[in-house]
């Protein structure tokens, strides 16, 4: 816990420090700060106390619970999104672990599909425009939903006008308070990191964008050095703290892409160097991968909640 704090202070001094130059996917900045600034008091004096109260009455059992239930949901929209990209066998998948989930897993209440090692591929419909080519669009702040693009913004509003539950859950009522109990629920699982980022932070709009942004180049596979330069990524921002939630939207395939992109690392040219020189070539060809590189794995390796939109 202590190596992730001082590994979260380094990325937000290292964020906040590079924020003193105006950033090319934010030409919004003036409107994304002033509702950022909204969307902070909101969640401070509303939200987050409501997560607290949430976390503080409801067993860990009942809160997994209500994780898994809406994860199970997000798998439905996945599959039409996965369809949308041509890509049968993912949405194959998910469909498999909606059949999983809703029936042995008492309607997703418990994951089953996770601990028998299904694959989750859970995708957006922001991910499926970035497959036809809109992979880099401008950074957008969401009223009360938070970081976002025009992208993913637009994606995101096609996704609530046809989600699941309005055919799950008919009675509007119902529907307005198990959305309710979503967002809280998704509040809770970062309030350890939110509480650290406030400590750490200097500019924690400047952090907050490019962390969001850094995990959706990574996400879909935007391999632009101009869309990435010198960003890094903090997992927790953009996918669930509960580890078995599954809620990573990375494209396997996409990472892997994006991995062979930045290219191999350089061999010695001089066949006569020393063997310690030879020993020492892995470590050295490591240190030679590209600052998106380096983002776009430290976003993986900690991405685990959810774009806001």
């Known amino acids: 816990m202590k190596a992730a704090h001082a590994a979260l202070c380094t990325l937000a001094l290292c964020f906040s420090l590079s924020a003193l130059a105006d950033h090319p996917q934010d030409p919004y900045e003036k409107y994304n700060r002033a509702v950022f600034k909204f969307n902070d008091k909101a969640d401070r004096y509303v939200l987050s106390p409501a997560a607290r109260a949430y976390r503080a009455v409801t067993p860990k059992p009942a809160r997994s ?20 990209r041509g890509n049968v066998r993912k949405a194959g998948y998910d469909f498999m672990r909606v059949a999983v989930n809703s029936t042995f897993g008492l309607g997703g209440l418990i994951n089953i599909a996770d601990a028998a090692g299904m694959p989750n591929n859970k995708n957006t419909l922001g991910d499926t425009f970035a497959s036809w080519g809109w992979k880099r669009s401008n950074y957008f702040v969401v009223p009360l939903l938070g970081p976002s693009t025009v992208r993913d913004s637009v994606g995101g509003a096609i996704a609530i006008a046809y989600s699941p539950e309005r055919l799950l859950i008919p009675a509007a009522g119902i529907r307005y308070g198990a959305a309710g109990l979503n967002v809280v629920s998704q509040r809770e699982q970062l309030l350890d990191l939110t509480d650290t980022l406030d400590q750490v932070a200097l500019d924690k709009y400047a952090y907050t964008r490019d962390v969001y942004l850094a995990l959706r180049a990574k996400q879909t596979g935007n391999t632009d050095p101009a869309a990435a330069d010198g960003e890094l990524s903090d997992p927790a921002l953009s996918a669930s703290p509960d580890a078995g939630a599954g809620d990573d939207l990375t494209d396997p395939e996409l990472e892997n892409g994006t991995d062979n992109s930045n290219g191999s690392a350089k061999q010695p040219e001089n066949a006569a160097h020393s063997a310690d020189e030879t020993a020492s070539t892995p470590a050295n060809a490591d240190s030679r991968q590209p600052e998106n590189a380096g983002a776009a794995g430290s976003t993986e390796n900690s991405a685990s909640a959810p774009a806001a939109e």
Do not use: K, P, T
Not at 66 to 81: A, E, K, W, Y
């Open 65 to 84: 619970a209500v994780s898994n239930f809406f994860n199970n949901l997000r798998d439905i929209g996945s599959i039409g999104s996965n369809l949308l």
